[in-house]
RNA sequence: GGCGAUUUCGUCUAGGGGUUAGGACACAUGCCUCUCACGCAUGGAACACGGGUUCGAUUCCCGUAGUCGCUACCA
């Protein structure tokens, strides 16, 4: 059994856009499975026909390209253990359901989804198992011939998992240990529904994870109240030679306040709870995406593997890589993590940080065109190397640096008022002709000479260089002053100037 | 309500029977400086509570409380 292969697989219900909380427990899948020379699998769990959402699969894929997650096969990956899409799997869960019949392990119930809510009413409590399975509509408490008649005359059924009490269920689970639980407070969960001839998810994920010979599942905790059903199932079904070990990983809670991790949060403290922007096909809303809100799909990567593990280093920043090299299952947290969207945004920073200008000004330059703006991609690279580092995302730096290429039209008010001086008019004039001059603009030879310029004439330094900043730049900020005159060259920076001193 | 999981700075976490309980984010202050940032430095800030076990518990055990999840013919 040790020998096995390691194979893991994630799988998603095509019911909307991808949590984000999902694309973690992804990757830690994508982790395990390459840590170990395994395979990694991509299912659609779409049992549930009424809540398929049209798109949602496709936007699961590219949301995965995006991150640079790479499955080995499964929906649009191919490979030998397909159909890996389970509606397209009908056929394979019958053979199943019909074997645990046969095996009488599960039957077949009449009762209609309005007796049982009138059974909840009438009954505190009421749930469908070893109890109260025999007051009920179904195979258990009716003959064959009631049974195949009321089939006949087409009434929907559905297949119960007979579950017996008294039965002490253990999972061993790879970050919780032993969970033991007792089997009666399980029901006898629905299998099987006649109405759309296909599974619940219980089912399907137990045939599908066997067949497709899953070692590891690695899933939400949400999942964990349900592991003892899944375990009977596997020794149902004869399979627990070859029943997957399990973890279930802690869930995401919102950055402040009570419960999990929803998108309203995003909304509402303006940060995205999405891998790509999303649009509702059903309601037109518009859901916001790291990728378009700015960040580097490696932040992204590096961001939510910290959430809930860690390496027990003090390094932080890591590869997809190095992060396959590191990881360990059983290293992580055991409790649901706050979505700490403020480290999410220093992580892109620091990615921005250890990216080169080139790199940086390859995404920029679009935006600088967005804006009108010919230059070439040289000088606009020459600007992000000078300004990158003050930035979270790419987008922010438009407006940190926009004066670049752009020539104030007004000045800043407050700027106005703290720097610019009596006399700052007469300097600043008198600094035109010292710069006039020069027939060397670069930035060492005018600092030299400014410099000179001042001490010579022993104005304040601080008083000259806000005041000049004031006319190139139109407020009080941006790198060293020579960094921008040098890029804007002789002729702008002096026309500025000129324009500057007349409407100051 | 029942069942399960869980609990170290505001947040993410390291650690583990004897530690000045470590790091990061955020925050504050300072430095750098021609501005604004970046960066750097410093600082405040935590073992949920109550019982055990023990020479000693934040660490092990048991309770309590909080938190999270499940409790569907959803996944």
Redesign the pocket.
């Known amino acids: 059994m040790s020998e096995r292969r390691v194979r893991v697989r994630f799988?998603?219900?095509p019911?909307g856009a991808l949590h984000i909380g999902g694309v973690r427990t992804a990757l830690y899948n994508y982790l395990f499975a390459r840590q170990h020379g395994g395979d990694f699998v991509f299912r659609i769990?779409d049992?549930?026909s009424?809540?398929f959402v049209p798109g949602a699969e496709e936007y699961i894929i590219e949301s995965f390209k995006w991150l640079g997650i790479k499955f080995d096969e499964g929906v649009s990956f191919g490979g030998e253990h397909g159909p890996y899409r389970q509606s397209e799997r009908r056929e394979i869960y019958k053979v199943y359901v019909k074997q645990l019949l046969d095996a009488g392990k599960a039957y077949i119930?009449?009762?209609?989804?309005e007796?049982?809510e009138a059974k909840?009413a009438e009954i505190e409590?009421f749930?469908?198992d070893a109890r109260t399975r025999g007051m009920m509509r179904n195979s258990l408490t009716m003959t064959k011939e009631e049974v195949d008649a009321l089939i006949a005359a087409g009434n929907?059924?559905?297949v119960r998992f007979k579950i017996e009490a008294g039965e002490a269920v253990h999972v061993d689970d790879l970050?919780?240990?032993d969970?033991?639980?007792?089997s009666d407070?399980l029901?006898d969960?629905?299998l099987y529904?006649?109405?759309d001839e296909?599974?619940?998810?219980?089912l399907?994920?137990i045939v599908d994870d066997h067949l497709m010979e899953i070692t590891h599942v690695i899933r939400g905790?949400?999942?964990?109240?349900?592991a003892p059903l899944h375990v009977l199932l596997y020794k149902a079904f004869g399979w627990e030679d070859t029943m997957p070990r399990f973890a279930?990983l802690?869930?995401l809670?919102k950055?402040?306040?009570?419960?999990?991790l929803s998108k309203r949060d995003g909304d509402r403290l303006g940060f995205p709870v999405f891998p790509l922007e999303w649009h509702d096909p059903k309601s037109g809303e518009v859901s916001s995406g790291f990728r378009e809100s700015g960040y580097f799909p490696e932040a992204v990567i590096n961001f939510l593997a910290?959430?809930?593990?860690?390496p027990?280093t003090?390094r932080?920043l890591y590869s997809l890589d190095e992060l396959v090299g590191l990881f360990d299952i059983s290293?992580c947290?055991?409790?649901?993590?706050?979505f700490?969207y403020?480290?999410g945004?220093?992580f892109n920073?620091?990615y921005i940080?250890n990216k080169s200008a080139e790199e940086i000004a390859e995404v920029f330059a679009p935006m600088v065109k967005a804006h009108g703006i010919d230059e070439t991609m040289e000088r606009i690279t020459q600007v992000v190397a000078m300004m990158k580092?003050?930035?979270n995302f790419v987008h922010e730096l438009w407006a940190?640096c926009s004066f670049f290429f752009v020539a104030p039209t007004e000045y800043d008010e407050k700027?106005r008022k703290k720097r610019w001086k009596e006399d700052s008019a007469a300097q600043l004039t008198e600094l035109i002709g010292v710069l006039e001059s020069l027939d060397d603009f670069s930035l060492a030879h005018q600092?030299e000479v400014v410099h000179k310029w001042i001490e010579d004439n022993e104005y304040k330094?601080?008083n000259i260089?806000?005041a000049?900043?004031l006319t190139l730049?139109g407020e009080?900020?941006?790198?060293?002053?020579?960094?921008i005159s040098a890029f804007l060259g002789k002729e702008e920076t002096i026309a500025r100037m000129k324009r500057a001193i007349a409407e100051l």
Do not use: C
Not at 109 to 113: E, K
Not at 255 to 260: D, L, M, N, S, V
């Open positions: 799988a998603p219900s019911t769990e049992t549930d009424s809540r119930a009449f009762d209609t989804p007796e049982l909840r409590n749930q469908y929907q059924y559905v970050i919780r240990g969970v033991k639980i007792m407070i029901d969960k629905v529904k006649s109405a296909l599974p619940t998810y219980h399907a994920n905790e949400e999942w964990l109240p349900s279930h802690p869930l809670l950055p402040e306040g009570k419960g999990k910290f959430l809930g593990w860690n027990g003090e932080e290293k947290s055991k409790a649901g993590a706050r700490d403020q480290k945004i220093w920073h620091e940080l580092d003050r930035v940190l700027t600092e330094m601080g260089m806000n000049w900043r730049v009080g900020k941006g790198p060293g002053m020579f960094d």
